[in-house]
């Protein structure tokens, strides 16, 4: 057991690991996107150049889609985080963003 509100600020610890995480992943995926974009534009000939930005277009929005979806199935509303509190009477405290 450790001090009063120590796993409250685990939780939300963990919480804001999970959304830095998420962005940091988010933001690789787009400088890979950019990076091969770049080089395709610097080393292809026009044609081939059009023809991978197409194609590389088309794998940017099945990747975004992804992602999208992959963020919503995962994400936890703010009514259903739980804070990890505890109040005197022994009920569960809710998130700082879901107080009612």
Same mark, same amino acid.
């Given at each position: &057991?450790?001090? %009063?509100?120590?796993?409250?600020?685990?939780?939300?610890? !963990?919480?804001?690991?999970? &959304?830095?995480?998420?962005?940091?992943?988010?933001?690789?995926?787009?400088?890979?996107?950019?990076?091969? $974009? !770049?080089?395709?534009?610097?080393?292809?000939?026009?044609?081939?150049?059009?023809? !991978?930005?197409?194609?590389?277009?088309?794998?940017?929005?099945?990747?975004?889609?992804?992602?999208?979806?992959?963020?919503?199935?995962?994400?936890?509303?703010?009514?259903?985080?739980?804070?990890?509190?505890?109040?005197? %009477?022994? $009920?569960?405290?809710?998130?700082?963003?879901?107080?009612?």
């Amino acid at each position: &057991r450790g001090p %009063d509100g120590s796993m409250e600020r685990a939780v939300e610890g !963990l919480a804001l690991e999970y &959304r830095i995480t998420f962005v940091t992943f988010c933001l690789g995926v787009f400088s890979f996107y950019v990076s091969a $974009s !770049l080089y395709v534009i610097i080393m292809m000939n026009w044609l081939m150049m059009v023809l !991978l930005l197409v194609l590389m277009l088309f794998s940017l929005h099945f990747t975004v889609s992804a992602c999208k979806r992959i963020y919503n199935k995962f994400r936890l509303p703010a009514h259903m985080a739980v804070g990890g509190n505890f109040n005197v %009477d022994g $009920s569960i405290g809710r998130g700082v963003g879901a107080q009612m």
